[in-house]
DNA sequence: AGACGACACATTGTCGACAAATATTTTGTC
DNA sequence: GACAAAATATTTGTCGACAATGTGTCGTCT
């Protein structure tokens, strides 16, 4: 199954659960993004104390969830077009070197297992039509594995640790359900051709091109989207 | 001149003083690295309460200078060769990708500028011959001002804020003085003509081979080591 | 009327103490 | 003497209070 966070163990303290309860509110936009954080405030909301908070708070920071500065305080990262796009080139350069990785050091078990997953995503998106494979977690679920196959715990830490809880604020925030479902599955599976076969310069340039892909279809839909404006 | 930090401003809280303190101790070994952090011990020693030393210790973990475990405790991070080679993958992938986005986006000024900075270089380095071109600051110098010129956030704060630390503290702990350096120079003067040129592609080609020559000097060192210690 | 400064308020930073969890030592038994 | 379990000690997590900094308001002066 799909689990948030590859990389992290379950919540023990009080501070992992309170940081992870505001860690799905800021995703889902529950708290709106660019607003100011009252520590006061979300530690009555939560029932715990400011130390507690603050510390929940700094984890945040940690994921870029949230910007603070000394003596004035704290913001939801604020959801913008450059971020978004300043996240997808992050995006394709380290993706498309754990990709290459992954060709490198991947083990007969995990090519295995990712190719099963692809086979049910599959089933699923032909008889959904393509429409929910980005949207479920499918998407996520096949680059967090590709991103775990690289076996460097630099890159996994960066992208599972850090840059993804991003991208879901910003999937959820822009409801990103992109027409290029059925498209993302093919080139899903010609990556995991070239990591079978160990193929690390094309599996990175593949995954390169995923990526780009996206970040060129949202960059369209902007474009679009300022010309009805107008 | 050289700043420790060009994405940070000033210290100005007492946790800034203390991290800054702390990271320097790691940076250079002083305190040894993979060693385990006693809080109430630190806290004495730097004349703190606890709570100000956990604020600073969360930014430490930030920079992966430590990590940490609940209700376990913090250790330093330890320097291993795995993590090294890890740690210049990452680089080559995100500072290939901060390279082309300069090619992109830099301004005329900070081409003057970092021409101006290469010519300095240059001079300096004919002088002494090469020996001190990568141990002094000057390696890291330029890197950092090909990250700055890519204009792109996300990448700006994950190197400069986050990986560098890690890279200056193999740099201390491992004495890499290489014999590279004159060759440096030369890579580094074509990468900024490449960028000058607004040639992307080739200017991220570049950066990664100069990144990857590094690595793969630094693998043959070890090979070596290996060689002459049986 | 607009600008500057003093005051009051709210927020963030720092501290020391208590509670919970982990590590260590002691004790008892085989 | 070696192992297991209980008791102690140390360390980490959490709390509430105080200090320092920033923000907004009001009154006075030009």
Do not use: W
Request: proline share 2%; net charge neutral.
């Amino acid at each position: 199954m799909f689990q948030a966070n590859p990389t992290k163990q379950a919540a023990v303290t009080t501070t992992d659960k309170v940081f992870e309860q505001i860690q799905h509110a800021i995703v889902e936009g529950k708290i709106p993004s660019g607003s100011k954080i009252s520590e006061p405030e979300l530690a009555k909301r939560y029932q715990i104390s400011r130390s507690t908070l603050r510390e929940a708070l700094n984890r945040l920071e940690k994921c870029h969830l949230i910007e603070r500065k000394a003596n004035i305080g704290s913001r939801v990262v604020d959801c913008t077009i450059e971020g978004l796009l300043e996240l997808y080139i992050t995006r394709e350069a380290l993706e498309g070197m754990a990709c290459r990785q992954a060709a490198l050091n991947i083990s007969d078990d995990e090519i295995n297992q990712m190719q099963a997953m692809l086979n049910t995503h599959g089933q699923t998106q032909e008889l959904k039509d393509g429409v929910a494979y980005y949207q479920e977690e499918g998407d996520l679920d096949f680059h967090y594995k590709v991103i775990l196959a690289s076996h460097n715990k630099q890159l996994i830490d960066l992208i599972c640790g850090q840059l993804y809880h991003l991208v879901r604020m910003y999937r959820c925030q822009f409801g990103m359900n992109s027409p290029r479902a059925s498209r993302a599955f093919d080139e899903h599976s010609r990556i995991l051709q070239a990591i079978a076969e160990r193929d690390g310069e094309l599996a990175e340039m593949l995954m390169r091109r995923h990526i780009a892909a996206s970040r060129k279809n949202i960059e369209n839909k902007i474009a679009q989207q300022k010309f009805t404006a107008v």
